[in-house]
């Protein structure tokens, strides 16, 4: 039920310098309306059970490409992403992911948790919000995401990285601070290494 900042996200994909093979979009909440944004927008549209880790793997299942690029509906991408991604292919990487940045409107604690995220995405894992892509034989051979409604990529990213680099991109993705703005900032940020633990 996020048509709204959907629609910016196919937008921008549609904006991009290079053209996308195919853009498809895995709704949980299985909404006329938001079939009616894709279709506006050229997206293949398809309903599904509302489990994140399922949808991710539906969306892979159908794709065709060789690579692959995961995407939540509220991220506003870089200038030119695609480039950055072909560079890490091109580098010998079996994929990567963009570098966290808060969206507007931003606070002070942004200032802080952004080095802090960048720091635990080199150590640890970095999450889906991020613009995770990868090569389409490296996903299914890393099992693809786990079929959970949350954490569903941390199993992914530890199988790609035995198949060879996962590579941090410099551009950064922005990611809506909505949560943070609702729930406190530290109190967000609590939550969610909570839940990772």
């Known amino acids: 039920h996020d048509e709204g900042k959907l629609a910016d996200l196919l937008r921008q994909l549609q904006q991009l310098p290079d ?22 927008y050229g997206a293949q549209w398809l309903a599904a059970e509302p489990c994140r880790g399922q949808q991710l793997r539906l969306g892979a299942a159908v794709a065709r490409g060789d690579a692959l690029w995961f995407l939540h509906a509220d991220n506003r991408l870089p200038p030119d992403p695609l480039s950055a991604m072909q560079l890490a292919f091109d580098q010998g990487a079996v994929g990567g992911y963009f570098r966290f940045r808060f969206d507007r409107p931003r606070a002070w604690p942004a200032l802080l ?80 290494r909570n839940l990772a633990l």
Request: aromatic letters at 12%; hydrophobic letters at 40%.
């Open 19 to 40: 053209s996308l093979l195919e853009t498809i979009v895995v709704d949980g909440a299985r909404d006329a309306a938001c079939g009616r944004v894709c279709q506006q």
């Open 113 to 192: 948790l952004e080095p802090a995220i960048a720091f635990r995405c080199r150590f640890g894992v970095p999450y889906g919000d991020q613009g995770l892509f990868m090569r389409r034989n490296a996903y299914w051979n890393a099992g693809g995401h786990s079929p959970w409604p949350l954490f569903e990529e941390v199993a992914l990213i530890e199988g790609l990285r035995q198949q060879g680099r996962f590579v941090p991109v410099r551009q950064p993705i922005h990611v809506d601070p909505r949560r943070w703005h609702r729930d406190g900032w530290w109190r967000r940020t609590w939550v969610n």
